[in-house]
C-alpha cells in the first residue's frame, strides 16, 4: 500500500505553555484547528503505522553522537517536555527493522538506535494528530541543529530512498514531516559559542545524555527569552513550492544550505523534514491548510497534506 496520507506541520511547546497568549489570534487557532483536521484525516487513512520524520532538541541525541539520519527501531521513550507526551510509546520494531534493511540494501547508510528517547520533534504529532490514531510509530531523526547539517541534496535522496523503503511495503503507512518553518532558536553553533549563555547550552549538549532535565530550567529560559525571527516571505515562498511539487528545484537552488539559516533562521534548518516527506511522496503537490506567523510562538506555524502520494519514484 506504501503512503495512504503525508502531512507536515510546524510545532512548538509554547502552544502547552502560552496558550492563553494566543487564543485570541486567528493564526494560531487557525493552527490548532488544522492540526485537529488532520487528526481526522488520519483517522479516516486508518494507517496500521506512523512514520515521523522530525528533528531532534537535545533530549535525546547528543554531542557525543550526532547522526545525520537515525531511525529509531526499538523502544520510543518520549522526553516530556513542556507539556508533550512523557514515557514509552507503542512502537513496531518488525517494521523498523524492514525499513532499515530497505534503505541499507538501497545503499543509504543510515544510523539506528534500539533504545530512542525522542522531544517534542516528534512528540507533537503525537500529541496533537495522532490522539485517536491508534497505529504504532518508527521516528526517523534529522540533524537540523549541530552543524555540519547534511546538505539539502542529501536529504531530498534519504527522502526518495525512503519513498522506495515504504512503496515495497504492504502496510497502510501515514508520512508525518514535524518542523519548520521561519524561526530563530537561541542555539549556537556548538563549534563558536560566544557567550556564557551559549557556553552553557554547548555544555548541556555534551554532558545532557541522561541528565537534560538538570540543565532544563536555564535552557528554557534562554530559548523563550529570544526575540521572534519570522520570514513570512520565505514561509509564503516556500509553501508555493511545496503546493506546485517543486521543493527538488527549491532545494537545488544555488547556494541554498548557506541562504536558508540567513533567511528563515537557523530553526528553519527543520524544513529539511519537509523535503524528505515532498520526496518520499514523490513530489506530489501539497495542499496547505493553514498558514500564519505567529510571534507569540516565535514561528511561522504551517500545516499542509499531501492526499495522493506518489510511490517510491513515480513520476
Same mark, same amino acid.
Given at each position: 500500500?506504501?503512503?495512504?496520507?503525508?502531512?507536515?506541520?510546524?510545532?512548538?511547546?509554547?502552544?502547552?505553555?502560552?496558550?492563553?497568549?494566543?487564543?485570541?489570534?486567528?493564526?494560531?487557532?487557525?493552527? =490548532?484547528?488544522? /492540526?485537529?483536521?488532520?487528526?481526522?484525516?488520519?483517522?479516516?487513512?486508518?494507517?496500521?503505522?506512523?512514520?515521523?520524520?522530525?528533528?531532534?532538541?537535545?533530549?535525546?541525541?547528543?554531542?557525543?553522537?550526532?547522526?545525520?539520519?537515525?531511525?529509531?527501531?526499538?523502544?520510543?521513550?518520549?522526553?516530556?517536555?513542556?507539556?508533550?507526551?512523557?514515557?514509552?510509546?507503542?512502537?513496531?520494531?518488525?517494521?523498523?527493522?524492514?525499513?532499515?534493511?530497505?534503505?541499507?540494501?538501497?545503499?543509504?547508510?543510515?544510523?539506528?538506535?534500539?533504545?530512542?528517547?525522542?522531544?517534542?520533534?516528534?512528540?507533537?504529532?503525537?500529541?496533537?494528530?495522532?490522539?485517536?490514531?491508534?497505529?504504532?510509530?518508527?521516528?526517523?531523526?534529522?540533524?537540523?541543529?549541530?552543524?555540519?547539517?547534511?546538505?539539502?541534496?542529501?536529504?531530498?535522496?534519504?527522502?526518495?530512498?525512503?519513498?522506495?523503503?515504504?512503496?515495497?511495503?504492504? =502496510?497502510?503507512?501515514?508520512?508525518?514531516?514535524?518542523?519548520? /518553518?521561519?524561526?530563530?532558536?537561541?542555539?549556537?553553533?556548538?563549534?563558536?559559542?560566544?557567550?556564557?549563555?551559549?557556553?552553557?547550552?554547548?555544555?548541556?549538549?555534551?554532558?545532557?545524555?541522561?541528565?537534560?532535565?538538570?540543565?532544563?530550567?536555564?535552557?528554557?529560559?534562554?530559548?523563550?527569552?529570544?526575540?521572534?525571527? /519570522?520570514?513570512?516571505?520565505?514561509?509564503?515562498?516556500? /509553501?508555493?513550492?511545496?503546493?506546485?511539487?517543486?521543493?527538488?528545484?527549491?532545494?537545488?537552488?544555488?547556494?541554498?544550505?548557506?541562504?536558508?539559516?540567513?533567511?528563515?533562521?537557523?530553526?528553519?534548518?527543520?524544513?529539511?523534514?519537509?523535503?524528505?516527506?515532498?520526496?518520499?511522496?514523490?513530489?506530489?503537490?501539497?495542499?496547505?491548510?493553514?498558514?500564519?506567523?505567529?510571534?507569540?510562538?516565535?514561528?511561522?506555524?504551517?500545516?499542509?497534506?499531501?492526499?495522493?502520494?506518489?510511490?517510491?519514484?513515480?513520476?
Amino acid at each position: 500500500m506504501s503512503i495512504v496520507l503525508g502531512v507536515a506541520a510546524s510545532h512548538t511547546t509554547l502552544m502547552n505553555t502560552h496558550w492563553d497568549a494566543v487564543a485570541h489570534l486567528d493564526g494560531a487557532v487557525g493552527f =490548532r484547528d488544522a /492540526l485537529a483536521h488532520v487528526n481526522e484525516m488520519l483517522v479516516a487513512a486508518q494507517p496500521d503505522v506512523v512514520v515521523i520524520v522530525g528533528p531532534n532538541h537535545f533530549r535525546g541525541l547528543w554531542l557525543d553522537l550526532m547522526p545525520a539520519f537515525l531511525i529509531g527501531v526499538g523502544s520510543v521513550d518520549a522526553a516530556g517536555e513542556h507539556g508533550t507526551p512523557k514515557g514509552p510509546l507503542l512502537g513496531d520494531p518488525a517494521f523498523a527493522h524492514s525499513m532499515l534493511e530497505a534503505l541499507v540494501d538501497d545503499e543509504f547508510d543510515i544510523a539506528f538506535s534500539a533504545a530512542l528517547t525522542i522531544d517534542h520533534g516528534i512528540t507533537h504529532a503525537v500529541q496533537y494528530m495522532l490522539s485517536d490514531v491508534p497505529a504504532p510509530i518508527v521516528p526517523v531523526l534529522v540533524n537540523a541543529f549541530a552543524p555540519p547539517l547534511p546538505r539539502l541534496a542529501r536529504c531530498v535522496a534519504f527522502g526518495r530512498a525512503l519513498g522506495r523503503a515504504l512503496a515495497a511495503t504492504d =502496510r497502510r503507512v501515514a508520512l508525518i514531516a514535524s518542523g519548520g /518553518l521561519s524561526h530563530a532558536l537561541a542555539f549556537p553553533d556548538w563549534r563558536s559559542p560566544a557567550n556564557a549563555d551559549e557556553e552553557f547550552l554547548v555544555t548541556s549538549w555534551l554532558e545532557g545524555r541522561g541528565r537534560w532535565e538538570e540543565f532544563e530550567a536555564r535552557r528554557r529560559g534562554i530559548v523563550v527569552g529570544g526575540a521572534p525571527r /519570522l520570514a513570512p516571505e520565505f514561509d509564503r515562498a516556500f /509553501l508555493d513550492a511545496a503546493e506546485q511539487g517543486a521543493l527538488e528545484q527549491w532545494a537545488a537552488e544555488p547556494n541554498r544550505d548557506r541562504t536558508l539559516p540567513l533567511e528563515a533562521g537557523n530553526g528553519g534548518n527543520e524544513v529539511r523534514t519537509w523535503l524528505i516527506l515532498a520526496a518520499a511522496c514523490g513530489h506530489a503537490p501539497v495542499r496547505v491548510l493553514s498558514y500564519a506567523p505567529v510571534p507569540e510562538w516565535k514561528t511561522g506555524m504551517a500545516v499542509a497534506v499531501v492526499e495522493a502520494p506518489r510511490n517510491g519514484d513515480e513520476p
